[in-house]
C-alpha cells in the first residue's frame, strides 16, 4: 500500500497589512500546484482571517504554514502576541470583529494553542481532488 506524500510549505512574514495579499499568493500557488482548486476559495478566506488577526493583534512577524496529508489541510498562524483569540458577537453594524465566526463557519475544525513565545491558530478542512 502507497501512501501519498505529505506536502508542506512555511514562510515567515512582516506584520504589516500589505502582506496579507502575499500570503494569500502563497496559498493560492501552493493550493493550486497540489491540485486542491476546489478548496481553493474556502482556504484562502480562512487564510485570509487568521492572517489579517495576526497582523491587527500579534506582534511583529508571523508565520504561515500549510500541510497536506491525505484528504485534509492543516494550515497554521504562528504569532509572538499575547492573548488568546476566540470568536465573539459583535454589534450588527461593526465593521469588523466577525473573522473567527467566518473561519468556524467554513473550516471542519479550528482552534488555538499555545507556542512557545506566542500562539498557533490552527484549522483544518477535507479536500477533494
Not at 40 to 50: K, Q
Not at 58 to 68: F, Q, T
Request: with cysteine.
Amino acid at each position: 500500500m502507497t501512501t501519498a506524500p505529505i506536502r508542506t510549505v512555511e514562510c515567515l512574514l512582516p506584520s504589516v497589512p500589505a502582506v496579507v495579499g502575499e500570503a494569500r499568493s502563497l496559498v493560492r500557488a501552493k493550493l493550486i500546484d497540489w491540485g486542491l482548486d476546489r478548496s481553493l476559495d474556502d482556504c484562502l478566506l480562512i487564510v485570509s482571517e487568521l492572517v489579517t488577526n495576526a497582523v491587527r493583534h500579534g506582534g511583529s512577524a508571523y508565520a504561515l504554514r500549510l500541510e497536506h496529508r491525505e484528504d485534509r489541510l492543516y494550515g497554521e498562524v504562528f504569532d509572538p502576541g499575547d492573548g488568546r483569540p476566540r470568536a465573539c458577537l459583535p454589534d450588527l453594524d461593526a465593521l469588523s470583529g466577525r473573522g473567527l465566526q467566518i473561519v468556524a463557519a467554513i473550516a471542519d475544525d479550528w482552534g488555538v494553542a499555545a507556542a512557545d513565545g506566542g500562539k498557533i491558530v490552527w484549522f483544518s478542512v477535507r479536500v477533494d481532488q
